[in-house]
Each structure stands twice: as C-alpha cells, then as structure tokens.
Nanobody, 124 residues
Framework: QVQLVESGGGLVQAGGSLRLSCAASGRTFSSYAMGWFCQAPGKEREFVAGISGSGGSTYYADSAKGRFTISRDNAKITVYLQMNSLKPEDTAVYYC?????????????????WGQGTQVTVSS
C-alpha cells in the first residue's frame, strides 16, 4: 500500500514556474514507477510525465517536453514535477500516481495508487 500526497500547486502567471511535490509513504518506494497526470474541467485525465523506480528513466507527453522535468528522491520518498514556461492551457488538477512495473505507460488505468491532486492555475 502506498499513500501519496501532492503539494506545490497554486496560481501563477503565464511564463512562470511551479514545482510540484508528491510525498509517499511506505518503505519500498523505489519499487514503484511514478507518474504525473493532469485533469482539466470537462476533460479526461492525461499523462504528463513518468519516471522509473530508480529515477534513471524518464518520459514525457509531447506537451510537457522541454518545459517540465520529473525527478525523484528515493531517500526522501518524494517525486517532483518542475514546471517551467507555464501556459494557460496547463491549468488543471495535477495528480501523482504509483505502480509496480518497469514498462513505460501513459495509461492512467495502469497505475495502482493516486494522490488527491493539487490545483495549478495559469493566468494569461
């Protein structure tokens, strides 16, 4: 069982930056691949970025490439999403998620545990 708690969301102007954090519970955090997803009102939850258990492999949605960076600190059992050059269309609730497995996946249904989400609002 893994419990996830996101933080770091807020209101930022277009072009600004935010760093989201996801604190996890459990002693086997490095066994879990992690992902960040976002969900805007009226839209489905979308993949943003993923990272392997060791942190050695990362992958991104096209919309996030070059602007967002996912990372993790297994000693602190925390995963991060650094978001730069934010755009109004990035406005959404951002969720972190965890799963057992090594293959890359952008499918929300493949993740086993979810946080409660943190709101990111980007003003124009």
């Amino acid at each position: 069982q893994v419990q996830l708690v996101e933080s770091g969301g807020g209101l930022v102007q277009a072009g600004g930056s935010l760093r989201l954090s996801c604190a996890a519970s459990g002693r086997t955090f490095s066994s879990y691949a992690m992902g960040w997803f976002c969900q805007a009102p009226g839209k489905e939850r979308e993949f943003v970025a993923g990272i392997s258990g060791s942190g050695g492999s990362t992958y991104y949605a096209d919309s996030a490439k070059g602007r967002f960076t996912i990372s993790r600190d297994n000693a602190k059992i925390t995963v991060y999403l650094q978001m730069n050059s934010l755009k109004p269309e990035d406005t959404a609730v951002y969720y972190c998620a965890a799963r057992i497995g090594t293959h890359r996946t952008v499918v929300a249904g493949h993740y086993d545990y979810w946080g409660q989400g943190t709101q990111v609002t980007v003003s124009s």
